[in-house]
């Protein structure tokens, strides 16, 4: 470890090409250059920003690219080798590439013979006279270069003398960089790490890197398992997007190379910025962060049983291979039937209110009760904080309802209308309200907003963002569970309701969504928007 720590891995994000490639991927040439700014502030090495020329998209890109002013990131730009037949001066991708005007240049070649035979139809000769000149010209230009032996591991098992030859074909042109390719993602880590330790045998420490796939759930593990055998430096994607099942995930390298095998990579508070990085890059390219992910998803520091977070509570470390905050992430007490008092406790103390031992325990009680007609208080976090507040002695309710009353009427010219009716107490004062809707739950929203408004304004904010329905027993009586998010422009939160009648399981969830935001005691702890 100590003798690690003086050594640094560079990271080479790869999101913007070969992330591109992945299935509904794409982004439009200013998106691209938010993610640039993204890994930038995370602190990146090199970002690959794409093939320049290949479409009028990456001419865009690269035209906005040139005028951007980056503190830890060089850009790179994506090519081939010369074609075959052709001088590497005459080469058109070649002078896209070199025109592109990025410091760095990545060259991907043939290494395989099953390649050279069936897809290129060139010579071994003629495969490394391509590498070689391509490699020189760009160098000559003034540019690093990295190059990225296509189907090494392919092309190392079928010949291993003449793949280690590509190589120091490259390496002799001015490479500063082979970063050997898994193409296929077929490799296991045994493998990789075999064939690194032996290129590095070669070619000496330093010069080596990897890009590895992950067919078979081995990316990451083979990244790591390169580094260690000796390659320096590691390309990947954000979030392991790509083709197939996607590349290695560099959101899980990076804290892996830094925390335990104990790697410089970025600084520490670079490593603080992960999980908003990866979750911001997901929200630029239209996805939902994964909430299993490790590291930064919502549920990698997620304790659920009463034993666990109860050990959580004293030590950390006991269910925790990591403190949370070094990537940027939180620890969470997920509150369900499994939960001891002790987990209550903090969770409510981390949401701004006291609970005291017998408080607690009705609590659970209640819990467990809910959990067993349905209820799922980890999707529904604001319904759980109202259940437990509800147990504090100076809880304050939005409203007392007197009742409620829908009414759907279908015409004979195919028009539907419904309509909502509140009884209900606000303030000592008796509210009584109609209002239409396009269906129950929002004549129900209506109504009630506007019962409420004249005492609390300021839940007009509010906004509805989803409403889900899960049947949990077949048939037309079957229970219903509703989940509703919510969000005030800042925070979101969920609330559920659980009945054998839609509509009622509806009012519970959005009674609780207007409820949550009106207690002035409870902590908002939501995700930001």
Request: aromatic residues 6%; charged residues 25%.
């Amino acid at each position: 470890m100590t003798e690690n720590r003086r050594q640094q891995v560079a990271l080479y994000d790869t999101t913007l090409r070969d992330g591109m490639q992945g299935q509904g991927m794409s982004l439009s040439a200013a998106e691209k250059v938010r993610v640039v700014r993204a890994l930038d502030r995370l602190g990146v090495p090199f970002i690959e920003a794409g093939f320049p020329g290949s479409n009028p998209k990456e001419v865009e890109l690269f035209e906005m690219l040139a005028d951007l002013s980056l503190e830890s990131s060089l850009l790179c730009a994506f090519g081939m080798t010369r074609r075959k037949g052709i001088e590497a001066a005459e080469d058109e991708n070649l002078a896209a590439v070199l025109a592109a005007g990025t410091p760095v240049i990545t060259l991907v070649g043939k290494t395989w013979g099953l390649h050279l035979d069936k897809v290129t139809r060139v010579s071994r000769d003629e495969n490394l006279a391509m590498i070689a000149e391509s490699v020189a010209l760009c160098r000559h230009a003034d540019r690093r270069v990295i190059y990225d032996p296509e189907h090494f591991f392919d092309g190392y098992a079928d010949d291993p003398g003449y793949a280690l030859e590509c190589l120091r074909t490259a390496v002799g042109a001015g490479a500063e960089n082979v970063s050997l390719c898994d193409t296929n993602g077929r490799a296991l880590p045994s493998e990789i790490g075999r064939v690194v330790a032996a290129v590095v045998a070669a070619l000496g420490g330093g010069v080596v890197g990897i890009h590895t796939h992950n067919d078979a759930e081995c990316g990451v593990a083979n990244a790591l398992a390169a580094v260690e055998a000796g390659a320096r430096l590691v390309q990947g994607t954000c979030n392991g997007y790509g083709e197939r099942c996607g590349n290695a995930n560099l959101v899980s390298i990076l804290p892996a190379l830094q925390l335990k095998l104990g790697f410089d990579c970025v600084s520490d508070r670079q490593l603080g910025l992960l999980s908003e990085t990866a979750h911001l890059i997901d929200e630029i390219c239209n996805l939902t962060p994964d909430p299993d992910q490790p590291y930064v998803g919502r549920n990698a520091f997620a304790h659920k049983g009463g034993l666990h977070a109860a050990a959580v509570n004293v030590d950390p470390s006991t269910f925790e291979h990591l403190d949370p905050e070094l990537v940027g992430n939180g620890r969470e007490v997920l509150i369900s039937e499994l939960a001891g008092r002790g987990s209550v406790q903090s969770w409510a103390a981390r949401h701004g209110f006291e609970l005291d031992d017998e408080e607690a325990r009705r609590a659970i009680q209640q819990i467990k009760q809910h959990e067993h007609r349905g209820y799922h208080y980890e999707a529904a976090d604001a319904s759980l904080a109202l259940l437990l507040r509800r147990e504090g002695d100076d809880y304050e309710p939005l409203f007392e309802l007197e009742g409620f009353r829908v009414v759907t009427e279908k015409f004979r010219d195919g028009a539907v209308s419904t309509e909502a009716t509140l009884r209900l107490w606000v303030n000592g004062e008796r509210q009584f309200c109609a209002a239409e809707g396009n269906g129950p739950v929002n004549a129900l929203d209506r109504a009630l907003r506007e019962a409420i408004s004249t005492h609390h304004p300021e839940l007009a904010e509010i906004e509805l963002t989803n409403y889900k329905v899960r049947i949990l027993d077949h048939g037309t009586d079957a229970i219903t569970r509703v989940l509703l998010d919510s969000t005030d422009g800042q925070t979101e939160w969920g609330t559920i309701g659980v009945s054998a009648n839609i509509i009622e399981a509806s009012w519970q969830a959005l009674v609780d969504s207007l409820e949550y935001a009106f207690q002035p005691t409870i902590t908002r702890s939501g995700p930001k928007r």
